[in-house]
């Protein structure tokens, strides 16, 4: 699959061949892709999130009143949840709200997404991304020109010092390394934006794929259904 190739003028800059096993899914699973969504937002959740229990509250843990002969429930503690003041019965611990999933599974939503901004036509590749000069302003109307709006741009393996600095109170637009590439900032982007440094890291990353037979079955049954 060939894609044309832009500058940041937007003039053509050749083309370039795009990997099949990375970009050519058309059966784009949102299953895999929601897995995968679950799995990042879980794992950056902080999980500071707490609540005193009986043991760390300063109330007194002075018998209330005798056990028998007052007429009322039997009660040994203001530490108890059923008082005001007392401490919260079940609550929110710290703890890592994350959980596991396989790298395969990783590796195989990261394709889709990736497949599915081709799909969509919303997958641009760039020759390079710098700059001579931080200028915010400049950088806005550049983009602006692209209509890059609401745009995840992978650079490279490094961000450029420039481009970074002008684009980070652009907002909507995200900039990256190759290293924070990921499923959900690609989903929540209306553009995707690549170098050529950047698509060749990913392609030597994730070409090498082959898909299980039911991946080819599934594959095979929408085309025939198309």
Do not use: C
Not at 44 to 67: F, I, L
Not at 167 to 194: E, T
């Amino acid at each position: 699959m060939k894609l044309s190739v832009i500058k940041l003028d937007g003039k053509a800059s050749g083309d370039v061949e795009l990997s099949d096993a990375v970009f050519g899914i058309t059966d784009i699973r949102g299953d895999i892709l929601a897995r995968y969504v679950n799995w990042q937002l879980a794992k950056r959740r902080a999980g500071t999130h707490k609540v005193q229990t009986r043991n760390e509250n300063s109330r007194t843990g002075k018998k209330m009143y005798k056990q028998k002969g007052t007429g009322g429930a039997r009660h040994g503690s203001r530490r108890a949840p059923q008082f005001v003041g007392g401490s919260r019965a079940f609550g929110p611990i710290v703890r890592d709200h994350g959980f596991s999933l396989p790298k395969k599974v990783r590796a195989l939503a990261l394709r889709h997404a990736l497949s599915s901004k081709v799909v969509a036509g919303d997958l641009v590749v760039v020759d390079s991304i710098s700059l001579k000069d931080a200028k915010t302003a400049g950088l806005r109307e550049t983009l602006g020109k692209l209509g890059w709006t609401r745009t995840l741009i992978i650079a490279g393996p490094e961000v450029d010092t420039n481009f970074s600095l002008a684009a980070r109170n652009i907002p909507m637009v995200n900039v990256l390394p190759n290293a924070g590439l990921n499923v959900y900032d690609i989903l929540r982007a209306d553009k995707l934006v690549l170098t050529k440094a950047a698509l060749e890291a990913i392609e030597a990353t994730y070409a090498d794929y082959k898909p299980s037979r039911s991946e080819v079955a599934r594959s095979q049954a929408v085309k025939g259904a198309a």
